[in-house]
């Protein structure tokens, strides 16, 4: 016999989880102590429960483990929505387990509201962003329960899963040794067909581009995709979530593509005549609004959601596999291409569009500070990118080293996630760099205590344009100017002295006072650092798809006559 929440806590451990993310509450008190009382895993408590969700999610997007989060009923459950979205957008494998009240109190008639305090039908609420979520009601069916959700978070696409557990499951005696225990269904996929067929076409390229997105690092097969680059050195591009697959070092690689890709990526993507898709979804931030572009092209998908395969109606042939099974099955089939002329065409179109610099020569501010970065940053550095404005520059122009991570809220485009995020990384024994803006940060401004209590290695960079600058661009493009909410009735801190607070240092910093002197001596070790960047309000992200057009067709635009001229291959 052994209470369940020491079940739990064992369970956790003999998964290899060293850390689980959360705020105590009364309904999970049961599960809190059982975590203390072992040394072979750690609680980290956050201030709230959405910094103890994107702490997982960082914690796993690092790591390739589960990511775990606890938080008490109610208020302490619902706080957890949008750490869950996030990771269901973006195929992160987490477990969260909430506190209920007791099963006896749980409302028993359809039409009231509530009976317990605290009281809140969370597996109903999180059952659309979840690949599985379930209340266990019954003491006899935890283990299962437990060994299931485990089992769906890693396996297929991954994804969030959520246990509710009732105070009293919490507190019961029970044989686990001997309950009802869960077995998977095994599938088969056979696609050494289609995959011929595609190298064949891939062969027969003159003009081949590989799409890179999540699902190579999510399917561990980063180092495949290194290793077949460096023997077809194919021009490669990425997605927001794929930028961390390739080394910025790699002589073809174009960086990011789409709505706010780097013009050079998105030029190159239009003119390739066969597209390799590596576990990205294709989506409208990606190609576009208008995909006629696309028409003439070959599009080999690969991807382990058959469903994402079906969304589209682009020329494609599809393959349902994850990207290390496909790497797998290719390792040994020579492709022997003869694309000298693209590879120059491509490191032409790097030198003539740099995302530092404006294509009128001037240079681009925000995108340089980024880029300068780059030189300062250890290898296995985890760069954590909020949402916004700065997020984009982020993406166009860091410097991603050998082994550097790139996190960032992908499909839910989460404000408030990279200092959490950056929490998780830390806790998992990297050094993180945090890249935000003055909206984002202060969404989650408060977990700046935790990265003081436990002296984490996370230095932060914020790019202060004093507003909302990713909305007010959008304003001024569609609303003649105006801007109420991005800087109209919106302000923000002085965050050299809310870190200060924190007793974590910090500086404010104008553009021309970010010298390499300074730069050198803030990254110099790895004690927690603030500069708060003081940008002009007016700040832009470019180049930029306005809608309706092409994607390789970007603001501030080039003419006709130049981009035609660009796109030929002598």
């Keep these: 016999m052994m209470k369940a929440s020491d079940y739990i806590v064992s369970f956790l451990i003999e998964q290899n989880i060293p850390y689980v993310f959360g705020y105590i509450g009364g309904m999970v008190t049961h599960l809190v102590d059982s975590l203390y009382r072992l ?27 589960v990511g775990v989060a606890i938080t008490t009923s109610g208020p302490g459950a619902t706080n957890l929505i949008t750490p869950i979205a996030d990771c269901f957008f973006d195929s992160i494998p987490a477990v969260f387990i909430t506190g209920n009240v007791n099963t006896f109190e749980y409302r028993k008639y359809p039409n009231i509201r509530q009976t317990g305090f605290q009281e809140t039908d969370i597996v109903s609420i999180v059952k659309p962003i979840t690949k599985y979520a379930v209340m266990v009601d019954k003491i006899e069916n935890l283990r299962y329960e437990f060994e299931k ?20 499951i919490q507190r019961s005696e029970f044989d686990f040794n001997n309950a009802k225990s869960f077995i998977a269904e095994k599938s088969e996929n056979n696609t050494d067909i289609k995959i011929d067929n595609a190298l064949d076409i891939l062969k027969s390229a003159n003009f081949p581009i590989i799409l890179v997105g999540h699902g190579v690092r ?130 032409e179109l790097k030198r003539l569009y740099p995302s530092t610099k404006n294509i009128d020569g001037s240079v681009n501010i925000q995108n340089k500070i980024v880029n300068d970065l780059g030189e300062f940053l250890k290898s296995d550095d985890v760069i954590c990118a909020d949402v916004g404005q700065n997020q984009l520059w982020t993406a166009q122009s860091s410097v991603i080293k050998e082994n550097t991570r790139f996190l960032t809220s992908g499909g839910l485009g989460s404000m408030g996630f990279a200092l959490p995020s950056a929490i998780g990384a830390a806790i998992s024994g990297k050094r993180a760099v945090v890249i935000s803006g003055d909206g984002g940060f202060q969404m989650n401004i408060q977990e700046l205590e935790v990265i003081n209590r436990r002296k984490l290695p996370v230095k932060i960079v914020i790019m202060n344009n004093h507003g909302l600058g990713m909305v007010r661009q959008f304003q001024e493009a569609y ?49 927690a650092g603030l500069v708060n960047v003081l940008l002009e309000q007016r700040t832009q992200i470019v180049p930029k798809v306005l809608y309706g057009h092409t994607i390789d067709d970007m603001h501030p635009f080039l003419t006709q006559e130049e981009l035609d001229k660009v796109k030929r291959i002598k």
């Design 39 to 65: 040394d072979q895993i750690e609680m980290v408590n956050a201030i709230q429960e959405q910094g103890a969700g994107f702490a997982a999610d960082g914690y796993a997007r690092v790591t390739g483990k």
């Design 149 to 168: 959700a485990f089992y769906l978070a890693q396996q297929g696409r991954k994804g969030p899963v959520l246990i509710d557990l009732p105070m009293n």
């Design 218 to 347: 999510l399917s561990k097969a980063t180092s495949y995709l290194r290793d077949f680059l460096q023997k077809q050195k194919i021009p490669v591009v990425e997605s927001l979530l794929g930028l961390d697959s390739v080394p910025s070092n790699y002589e073809y690689n174009l960086g990011l593509i789409g709505t706010y890709g780097n013009r050079y990526s998105n030029i190159a993507l239009t003119m390739s005549d066969v597209i390799l898709v590596l576990g990205s979804r294709l989506d409208i931030r990606q190609i576009g609004a208008d995909v006629s572009v696309f028409n003439n092209k070959t599009i080999i998908q690969v991807d382990i959601d058959e469903h994402e395969l079906a969304c589209d109606n682009l020329n494609k042939i599809t393959i349902n596999l994850s990207i290390s099974d496909f790497f797998e099955k290719i390792k040994y089939k020579a492709l022997n291409l003869n694309i000298k002329k693209w590879q120059d065409k491509v490191s």
């Design 479 to 527: 609303f003649e100017g105006r801007n109420p909410s991005t800087i109209e009735d919106y302000s923000a801190p002085d965050f050299k002295q809310v870190a200060l607070a924190y007793k974590i240092k910090a500086y404010n910093k104008k553009p021309e006072d970010l010298t390499s002197d300074f730069w050198s001596e803030f990254f110099a070790d790895d004690s």
